[in-house]
């Protein structure tokens, strides 16, 4: 097995059926979050660079907890992402993993943010991608946007995947078969639209609920966390779900984090320009970068 094969795996973390994803050998370890859309997982959502980054760290997508990839849909979303935030923290543990690096995807990059807010001991370094859900933890709630209408009008079809893949992902070509199946057959799973469902409307009163919102609220933690813990965002300049405008506006309120903006890339700017994007990463984390044979 080469390095840059990815494993398919399964744990129990918090007596709830895992799977994750998992590419590299014994470098430091990278949890990937995936973002909140139909069908994601941790190889739809950070397949492409998780497969870069083989060869300088042991990279684990995580498939979340709320009808995402191959997890129990079953596993409890109570408090919305707050509960993914609780899936990630007991997996961690179940791994016996210690100390990591954490990269989340859109509704991913509240979640890792979240753990690194609750748990700044295990965590190395922290790096969010193109995420409306920090805009709104910080007070700027997400405006209206063409992406958003395309996530809405998702009915569940294999062709519905694809135009939500279209809106997701700026460089049409990156839009595979494979992937539109992947994502299509995670979203028709058993039990994962009830899942994704009521995941929705637990986030929905997270962020509009004034006794829940204090979980969901970031506007003080994280840009205390983010003048402790090294921080960046990575955001496409193409991104038609959180536009460019909410990222620009998130700038000074996080004076800690370095803002990179890739061209031709959107919301998934990790699908888009995997290989930029995994060279920031090696670049901020300090890892090796491969030596081409």
């Known amino acids: 097995?080469?390095?840059?094969?990815?494993?398919?795996?399964?744990?129990?973390?918090?007596?709830?059926?895992?799977?994750?994803?998992?590419?590299?050998?014994?470098?430091?370890?990278?949890?990937?979050?995936?973002?909140?859309?139909a069908g994601s997982s941790g190889a739809a959502g950070m397949g492409a660079l998780m497969s870069l980054l083989a060869d300088s760290f042991r990279v684990i997508g995580l498939d979340s907890v709320g009808g995402f990839g191959q997890t129990d849909p079953a596993g409890p979303v109570t408090y919305g992402l707050q509960s993914r935030v609780d899936h990630l923290a007991a997996f961690v543990d179940a791994l016996c993993i210690d100390r990591f690096s954490l990269i989340g995807n859109s509704q991913g990059a509240w979640c890792v943010a979240k753990y690194t807010i609750e748990h700044p001991d295990r965590v190395e370094k922290l790096m969010m991608l193109g995420t409306g859900s920090v805009g709104t933890a910080m007070g700027h709630k997400m405006p209206p946007s063409e992406g958003m209408k395309l996530m809405d009008a998702y009915d569940g079809t294999r062709e519905g995947m694809k135009r939500l893949l279209e809106g997701l992902v700026y460089d049409k070509s990156k839009i595979t078969d494979h992937l539109i199946d992947l994502r299509h057959a995670a979203a028709n799973a058993p039990g994962a639209p009830d899942a994704f469902k009521a995941m929705g409307q637990a986030n929905r009163k997270l962020q509009n609920d004034p006794l829940y919102w204090p979980i969901f609220d970031m506007r003080t933690s994280l840009p205390h966390i983010t003048k402790l813990i090294p921080t960046i965002m990575?955001?496409?300049?193409?991104?038609?779900?959180?536009?460019?405008?909410?990222?620009?506006?998130?700038?000074?309120l996080l004076p800690d984090v370095?803002?990179?903006w890739?061209?031709?890339?959107?919301?998934?700017?990790?699908?888009?320009?995997?290989?930029?994007?995994?060279?920031?990463?090696?670049?901020?984390?300090?890892?090796?970068?491969?030596?081409?044979?």
Do not use: C
Not at 5 to 30: I, M, Q
């Open 258 to 260: 370095k803002f990179h």
């Open 234 to 252: 990575i955001w496409g300049e193409n991104d038609i779900f959180a536009v460019p405008e909410l990222g620009h506006r998130l700038e000074p």
């Open 1 to 37: 097995m080469t390095k840059d094969e990815s494993r398919s795996r399964f744990v129990s973390a918090g007596g709830v059926k895992t799977h994750y994803t998992e590419s590299g050998g014994d470098g430091p370890v990278l949890i990937a979050m995936h973002g909140g859309g």
């Open 262 to 293: 890739v061209p031709r890339a959107g919301h998934q700017v990790q699908t888009d320009r995997p290989d930029v994007v995994a060279e920031i990463v090696r670049e901020f984390t300090g890892a090796r970068t491969p030596v081409a044979s």
